[in-house]
């Protein structure tokens, strides 16, 4: 008979990671536990992810700790606006709760779009003409401004680009800007459309329309990470703020 024995635990609020060894001597196996990058708090977004709403019982269980532990994971989750409670309320006794991810936990976990939407612009691309292609493209960044009208135009220069970063992080990118003695920078380290960009390029130009859009100046773009740079770097002219 297999006899399995627990040899080493590490509690540091991380999930444990079995390595499973049979011993030729020994009639057993021997379950070492380490510690690797996966914590009890992504145990926990992944079981609510995977069973839509849970209690803290269940994602105890899940986590394999007791249920005083995973309440303060839960209540830090919370905190970050990461998952949500709702209130179950019983016929006798006090109501229970469940949890359930939030928007902003729900964005955590990537979604498998970039190949749907690289055969629906390759669809589109193959029935309508270009211009109406790039109509369309304009129409989203019109979209977006269409949201945030009435909230920059009025703003300094300066202000416009804080504004142009924050709105840039909420589409997906990770961006700053700075300045030197002839130009307004603006730097993005990350794109949200790089896998797309790279069969359709047109995605390309989204971004820089945002900030046409919003600096109502001229942008100069010297690199893009699609072309294998780091980051994408624009930049205003002093001239032109002038």
């Not at 021997?30 to 839509?52: A, M, P, W």
């Not at 970063?165 to 961006?175: D, M, P, R, T, Y």
Request: hydrophobic fraction near 40%; aromatic fraction near 8%.
């Amino acid at each position: 008979m297999i006899k399995m024995i627990k040899i080493a635990e590490i509690d540091r609020g991380m999930t444990e990671c079995y390595n499973f060894l049979r011993l030729v001597d020994r009639d057993c196996i021997v379950k070492f536990v380490t510690s690797n990058k996966t914590g009890t708090r992504d145990v926990v977004l992944q079981t609510i992810k995977e069973s839509g709403q849970v209690t803290v019982e269940e994602l105890a269980q899940a986590a394999d700790v007791s249920p005083v532990t995973v309440r303060h994971h839960v209540n830090v989750l919370q905190a970050e606006g990461l998952i949500e409670a709702t209130a179950v309320r019983r016929k006798v006794g006090r109501p229970y709760y469940v949890y359930a991810l939030s928007e902003k936990g729900q964005e955590l976990f990537p979604k498998r779009y970039v190949s749907l939407t690289n055969r629906l612009l390759s669809e589109l691309k193959s029935r309508l003409p270009a211009d109406t292609v790039a109509e369309i493209f304009k129409g989203v960044v019109d979209g977006v401004i269409t949201e945030h009208e009435g909230a920059f135009e009025h703003l300094s220069l300066e202000e416009k680009l804080d504004y142009l970063v924050q709105l840039l992080g909420k589409e997906g990118f990770l961006a700053r800007w700075e300045r030197d003695e002839t130009s307004y920078k603006l730097i993005e380290y990350s794109c949200p459309y790089i896998s797309v960009g790279s069969k359709h390029s047109d995605v390309c130009n989204i971004d820089k329309e945002l900030m046409l859009n919003v600096l109502q100046l001229p942008v100069q773009q010297h690199s893009c990470m699609l072309e294998g740079a780091d980051c994408c770097e624009f930049s205003v002219a002093a001239e032109t703020i002038r």
